[in-house]
């Protein structure tokens, strides 16, 4: 299975770039996929707007997290937290200072990003399971802190009480949310174009080439530390986003945004769709939100059946030799 | 003083069910490099037993508990027989995938089986009483509780350091095929050290039933407490689970009695602490 993935990393970022790759997809045709399928799923579906708002979030945090486990290999169970700061920056700064859904968005980025970039600092001169272990303080501190500071984040209860105003001024967030699966489709496809650019870029190979080996990259004269810092900081950014995405479209914060279970499902939905290829992030994200969607809707310890046997099906039948079988069966083009 | 002397005392306890559930995992994470998630659940198969057992089934306390611990061990072999031995050699990911798909399976299970109720453990009258120690009263079950950590760590430190069972076992993990060649029943070996870690799992979901309530979220709710135990005093080094599991309980115990509104930052801000001061376990440089 290590083989495959290898190979596999290695053409996906050739076929990102254009010019490097004369049979592979620009950078731009997968975004405008998901742009295409995701406006018809809203068309198509227009009572179920605010699963589809879900999707696209949870894809935007997904697609995060597979820049640090799939592309750089870092395996984190504390992505939550860069998630739950960017949800709580947006909440407070659309409470205390401005309403406004953009400036809020560019507050969860900065917020996300801020944090990887502290907490990156620290994580990543550590590898493996401590690297892992560490990960998971960071979040359960941060979910600590939260819960105490009561007159900021509501505690328990929630953030909520904040009403944000239009967004550019003209589209009002209408009770259907129309307006916000339209927002949270857009920001996924802009952030998911970003995101396939880094990682066909010299940049994104040079991370991918730590992530094979990080001995010989030294060698080469690559800076290690400083690459993952960057692409740490990089990946805060987005799940920030998604963060604040998700306190803008639910106007609310909980505590759960913070928290281990959500780390750990991240983690469930990439490995479902296949790490490292960033489209997979989005496969694996929309098909477990719609599997918890329709099995938790009938019973809470249903939908831990049912998750847990995926998982042991998911290492059984490993979705990335499906993945090579089907390509395969395709002809070769992605 | 008062206080103090009642966080050393409640602390200890503490940290020896943590020591008791955590030293299993550590042998096999450390030693059999087999990451086992599914520990949380064993604790709970066993602790469910013994609850099951006294109350439903009127068994004795003295004959419930080793039944349960034997049935935990049983469980254990046969999920390492059937499944988990294929898993060996698989990355890591892989393995944490599979064992937490194997908790998620056990706690819907549970809970289908016997409800969402917190279970109890009926104790006998023996411990049910308590003890006087001049400056309060220890329920005798603390005492049991500290007394069976201690005699773990010294049974387990002793199998594995001087029986020919633990020679086997170090032989083993270093280079299996050398051990087999020389005639170590290796697949038995394996098979044997994981049945005993989930034992040690079951008992310590028992002694800790007061401590840490049973209910099917065990698995997972307990399971992190394990891992920070096992990372900080290093995988495969029962001396440093010890000393982990004693510096950690002692911590969350004292922030509990003296500052419980910062819920479990302390511990969680310790373990930062130590993981990145010793990065490869406590007492290992």
């Given amino acids: 299975m290590n083989t495959i993935t290898t190979t596999e990393a290695l053409a996906a970022p050739a076929a990102a770039t254009a010019a490097a790759a004369p049979r592979g997809a620009p950078a731009w045709r997968a975004p405008l996929v998901v742009l295409v399928l995701g406006a018809a799923a809203c068309a198509l579906a227009p009572d179920q707007l605010g699963l589809m708002t879900r999707i696209f979030i949870t894809a935007l945090l997904v697609l995060s997290l597979d820049l640090v486990v799939g592309v750089a290999g870092l395996a984190t169970l504390g992505h939550a937290a860069l998630f739950g700061v960017g949800a709580y920056a947006a909440g407070i700064f659309a409470l205390q200072v401005h309403p406004d859904p953009l400036i809020g968005l560019a507050v969860g980025i900065a917020a996300g990003a801020g944090l990887a970039l502290l907490s990156g600092a620290f994580l990543l001169r550590y590898h493996g399971f401590t690297f892992l272990m560490l990960t998971v303080a960071v979040s359960q501190i941060l979910l600590s802190l939260a819960q105490r500071a009561r007159g900021w984040t509501g505690g328990d209860d929630g953030l909520s009480g904040f009403v944000m105003v239009p967004l550019l001024g003209r589209f009002e967030f209408d009770l259907e949310g129309r307006v916000a699966a339209c927002y949270a489709l857009a920001v996924l496809v802009v952030l998911f174009y970003v995101a396939r650019r880094l990682v066909g870029s010299p940049f994104g190979l040079a991370v991918r080439g730590i992530h094979e080996n990080p001995v010989r990259m030294a060698a080469l004269g690559t800076p290690v530390f400083r690459r993952l810092w960057v692409l740490y900081t990089v990946a805060g950014a987005i799940a920030g986003a998604a963060g604040a995405l998700s306190a803008q479209t639910n106007a609310v914060v909980g505590l759960d945004s913070l928290s281990f279970a959500l780390s750990a499902e991240l983690l469930v939905m990439l490995i479902l769709g296949g790490a490292g290829r960033l489209t997979g992030a989005i496969v694996g994200a929309t098909v477990f939100t719609l599997l918890h969607h329709t099995a938790a809707s009938i019973n809470p310890y249903h939908w831990l059946f049912v998750v847990g046997t995926l998982l042991m099906l998911v290492v059984v039948v490993s979705p990335a030799k499906v993945w090579a079988w089907v390509r395969r069966r395709a002809g070769g083009v992605r | ?285």
């Fill in chain 2, 1 to 285: 003083m008062n206080t103090f002397l009642n966080i050393m005392i409640d602390g200890l306890a503490y940290s020896m069910v943590l020591f008791v559930i955590s030293v299993g995992l550590s042998v096999t994470l450390g030693l059999m490099r087999f990451v086992n998630l599914s520990h949380g659940a064993f604790a709970m198969v066993g602790g469910y037993c013994a609850a099951l057992l006294t109350r439903e089934a009127q068994w004795s306390f003295w004959l419930a508990v080793p039944a349960a611990v034997a049935a935990t061990a049983v469980l254990g072999a046969a999920l390492e027989m059937l499944v988990l031995r294929h898993l060996y050699r698989r990355k890591e990911l892989d393995q944490v995938l599979f064992t937490i798909g194997l908790s998620f399976v056990l706690i819907a299970a549970t809970n289908a089986a016997v409800g969402p109720q917190v279970q109890l453990i009926p104790l006998p009258s023996l411990l049910a009483g308590s003890v006087d120690l001049g400056f309060r009263t220890l329920p005798t079950q603390r005492l049991l509780v500290i007394a069976a950590g201690c005699t773990v760590a010294a049974l387990a430190a002793w199998a594995v350091t001087r029986t020919r069972f633990g020679i086997w076992l170090r032989a083993t993990v270093d280079h299996s095929g050398t051990a087999s060649t020389l005639g170590i029943p290796i697949r038995t070996v394996q098979c044997a050290s994981f049945a005993a870690g989930a034992a040690l799992a079951g008992l310590g979901g028992i002694l800790g039933a007061e401590l840490m309530p049973l209910e099917p979220y065990y698995a997972l709710k307990y399971l992190m407490l394990v891992l920070v135990v096992v990372a900080v005093g290093g995988m495969g080094s029962i001396a440093g689970t010890l000393v982990a599991a004693i510096l950690l309980g002692l911590i969350e115990t004292a922030s509990k009695y003296l500052a419980s509104e910062w819920g479990s930052l302390f511990f969680f801000v310790a373990m930062a602490v130590l993981l990145a001061w010793r990065p490869n376990g406590l007492l290992k440089r």
